[in-house]
């Protein structure tokens, strides 16, 4: 089993930025990749970034260019660096790692962009 938290999430206004911090314990070996999602009030669950163990990333188009996500495989921790926010990202942020074909989840972390 993995246990991820997440924390960093927060109230901004539309411009500021913010830092997601999620944090992987249990059964970490093995972890292939991390990455983050949200969901939005009445929507889909959106993929968002994914960083891989040897640390190649993939972002969503809308998200390009403003988030940046890094990865501590010493730490088991991965992060996720939100500039330039937006009304429009204001959703639940959750954690997610793959490990031996199973996704684990964290318990989401509200970011709220006011305009």
């Known amino acids: 089993q993995v246990q991820l938290v997440e924390s960093g999430g927060g109230l901004v206004q539309a411009g500021g930025s913010l830092r997601l911090s999620c944090a992987a314990s249990?059964?970490?070996?093995?972890?292939?990749?991390m990455g983050w999602y949200r969901q939005a009030p009445g929507k889909q669950r959106e993929w968002i970034a994914t960083?891989?163990?040897?640390?190649?990333?993939n972002y969503v188009s809308s998200v390009k260019g403003r988030f940046t996500i890094t990865r501590d495989n010493g730490q088991n921790t991965v992060y996720m660096q939100m500039n330039s926010l937006k009304p429009a990202d204001t959703a639940v942020y959750y954690c997610?790692?793959?490990?031996?074909?199973?996704?684990?989840w964290g318990q989401g972390t509200q970011v709220t962009v006011s305009s």
């Open positions: 249990g059964s970490t070996f093995g972890i292939n990749s």
């Open positions: 997610n790692a793959k490990r031996i074909g199973r996704d684990y």
């Open positions: 960083i891989t163990s040897r640390g190649s990333t």
